[in-house]
């Protein structure tokens, strides 16, 4: 069955701390997709980024940063140089690609990141 | 603008009763889907569409009905049967796996 870990709750950092947002998964299918949803205090999910599960390549936005690896079934996320307005819960997210339908797209606990000034 | 729009943002029910959350996307997407989100839980799934006029129960579905009727519209309904209702709820469409979903704004719903 599908399932996503994300085992830190809350982090707290202070400002310019590199911080990672543990994210672990669980799959039975060989294609499926991987994202993370920043949530502000606002609400709103916003979406950072998607991997599909046969591109292994680490990324880099900014100071944001991804490193997937298959082998140990996880997709951490790296904040460098860590701000204030990066304060908010993450959220690591699953979705299989099950006969290319669209399937469940599950969520983790989400980590609540607090970076102190 | 293309996006998901829920309404109302703050709703209150009182005991026993049925309320309905609204959810509208213009953005010709075929799936949606229901999230509740509770302090430490993080997003549990309720209901999902993949096609107009078809859903599927998600890990929580008891005390929630949902119609597809639209492409655009999936309403959920909190029933009487709901216990604990009071939780943010968040709608969400994608156009498929590969794709991003795009979130409304959420409702928060309190049972007073």
């Known amino acids: 069955a599908q399932k996503v870990t994300q085992a830190q709750t809350e982090i707290s950092v202070v400002e310019k701390e590199d911080v990672t947002l543990d994210c672990v998964y669980e799959?039975?299918?060989?294609?499926?997709?991987l994202f993370w949803y920043k949530q502000p205090p606002s609400g709103e999910l916003v979406f950072l980024i998607r991997?599909?599960?046969?591109?292994?390549q680490n990324e880099i936005s900014g100071r944001y940063s991804w490193n997937f690896q298959k082998s140990t079934s996880s997709f951490n996320f790296t904040i460098t140089a860590s701000q204030v307005v990066d304060s908010a819960v993450y959220f690591c997210?699953?979705?299989?690609?099950?006969?290319?339908?669209?399937?469940?797209?599950?969520f983790g606990t989400g980590t609540l990141l607090a970076v102190q000034p | 603008d293309g996006g998901i729009t829920q309404s109302p943002k703050y709703l209150f029910r009182k005991e026993g009763q049925n309320v309905t959350l609204s959810c509208e996307q213009n953005?010709?997407?075929?799936?949606m889907y229901w999230y509740r989100q509770d302090p430490g839980q993080g997003l549990r799934l309720i209901y999902y569409?993949?096609?107009?006029?078809?859903?599927q129960k998600g890990d929580i579905a008891e005390g929630y009905s949902v119609s597809r009727e639209k492409k655009e519209s999936f309403p959920l309904t909190v029933t009487s049967a709901q216990k604990n209702p009071t939780a943010f709820y968040l709608c969400?469409?994608?156009?498929?796996?590969?794709?991003?979903?795009?979130f409304g704004q959420g409702t928060r719903l309190t049972v007073v």
């Open positions: 799959t039975r299918d060989t294609t499926y997709y």
């Open positions: 997210a699953l979705s299989e690609a099950l006969r290319g339908a669209t399937n469940k797209l599950i």
């Open positions: 569409s993949q096609i107009v006029n078809d859903f």
């Open positions: 953005l010709n997407h075929d799936a």
């Open positions: 969400a469409s994608l156009q498929s796996s590969n794709t991003e979903a795009f």
């Open positions: 991997r599909n599960s046969f591109d292994e």
